[in-house]
């Protein structure tokens, strides 16, 4: 079986889920194309090679997962990972670029091995780790992104150990992903140029489930809507004629939403929260903001949901009389996932660890920005 370039797709190891991003190939790479790896995908020696490398590194991992989970910094703060993890693929043989494409806490960590003789080969290939590593406001390591960081690290010294032991032209290419939680930073490097030449891109996250339990699942597309409402403070009690009701214009919003979700796809979401300002129980507010986040199982049938919340919110803003100010926030598309390339992952770690594979996208939830890069630019 040949491993030529395919569509994305997504890979999930225990209890995790992840994606893999395949590339358009280049003008050049058409030209100079790479080899074919006649010996097939599933390898026995190699992924001897890879568990050995793996259980060699479980305790150095360990203490890194640690490290990050007790250091947690949110979306473009993770200051602290992004130096303890440049520095621990420094000692390991790659060649890493800090602050990568800008991103202060973005970075890229390298190694290629070339054929015996250590002569290039031409269009040998290209895979891409992501690592992410930032965490929630007030929450920590809730989605477990530490763990992200050291999965994205041990596959690749293991992809780099593979290469060598086994003399595989090939490169690995691990980035350093900040902001997934909201600020979208892999969407930042995809259009910077972070992903270019990559032949695949691959990833993994944690996931509840039953024992031995992965899945490939396309993920659902996600965008987070902050509305505010301007109105005109007065008191409740002696002159609440002179007012308009920022906070009736909020609540307004979210009884409207609330109707609207009779009215939706059972696997459409939209979920949200009222934020205050200055308030109390005697002043009418003159502000109030929504802070809300639609989800549906594609970005078309995204841009229909969101536009159906928007009426929600100019209704509010008309029926009080408020002024109304709607900000949308960064995008996550759906993933696409490379059905060729999981059923390969799929059958490896079923046969192999007794790992049952999941790929329907029923209970699956979760939003990632990775879906972009699965898109391209």
Not at 69 to 87: C, G, S, V
Not at 286 to 306: M, N, Q, S
Request: proline share 6%; glycine share 10%.
């Amino acid at each position: 079986m040949h491993f030529a370039p395919q569509p994305p797709y997504v890979q999930f190891t225990h209890g995790w889920y992840g994606s893999i991003e395949g590339q358009q190939p280049s003008v050049a790479s058409q030209q100079d194309k790479p080899p074919s790896y006649e010996q097939g995908l599933f390898m026995p020696e190699v992924v001897s090679t890879i568990e050995r490398k793996v259980k060699e590194l479980s305790p150095e991992l360990r203490q890194l997962s640690l490290d990050i989970w007790n250091n947690p910094e949110i979306m473009w703060e993770e200051k602290y990972a992004h130096d303890r993890l440049t520095a621990f693929m420094c000692t390991h043989g790659f060649s890493v670029t800090p602050h990568y494409l800008g991103v202060n806490t973005a970075f890229r960590a390298v190694y290629a091995h070339s054929s015996t003789g250590g002569k290039a080969h031409k269009g040998a290939r290209v895979i891409g780790v992501n690592s992410e590593m930032d965490a929630l406001p007030g929450i920590g390591h809730g989605c477990g992104h530490n763990l992200i960081a050291i999965s994205g690290v041990a596959v690749s010294l293991a992809i780099k150990a593979a290469l060598e032991e086994h003399d595989i032209p090939g490169t690995v290419v691990l980035l350093g992903t900040p902001a997934e939680e909201g600020g979208g930073g892999k969407i930042t490097l995809l259009e910077r140029g972070g992903y270019d030449g990559m032949d695949a891109c691959i990833m993994s996250h944690p996931s509840s489930g039953p024992d031995n339990f992965s899945a490939i699942w396309p993920g659902v597309a996600c965008q987070p809507i902050d509305v505010e409402f301007f109105g005109h403070g007065a008191h409740a009690a002696s002159a609440p004629w002179e007012a308009q009701n920022a906070l009736d214009a909020a609540f307004v919003a979210y009884a409207s939403i609330s109707a609207l979700r009779q009215q939706i796809k059972p696997d459409h979401r939209v979920h949200g929260i009222i934020v205050g300002r200055d308030w109390a129980p005697n002043v009418i507010p003159d502000y109030a903001k929504l802070r809300y986040i639609v989800r549906a199982p594609t970005w078309t049938e995204l841009e229909v949901l969101r536009g159906r919340v928007r009426d929600c919110f100019d209704a509010a803003a008309l029926a009080t009389a408020c002024k109304i100010k709607v900000e949308l926030g960064v995008g996550y598309f759906e993933l696409r996932n490379n059905s060729v390339l999981g059923q390969e992952y799929a059958s490896v770690v079923g046969e192999k660890y007794g790992i049952n594979t999941v790929s329907s996208s029923d209970g699956a939830k979760f939003s990632t920005d990775f879906g972009n890069v699965t898109f391209g630019k």
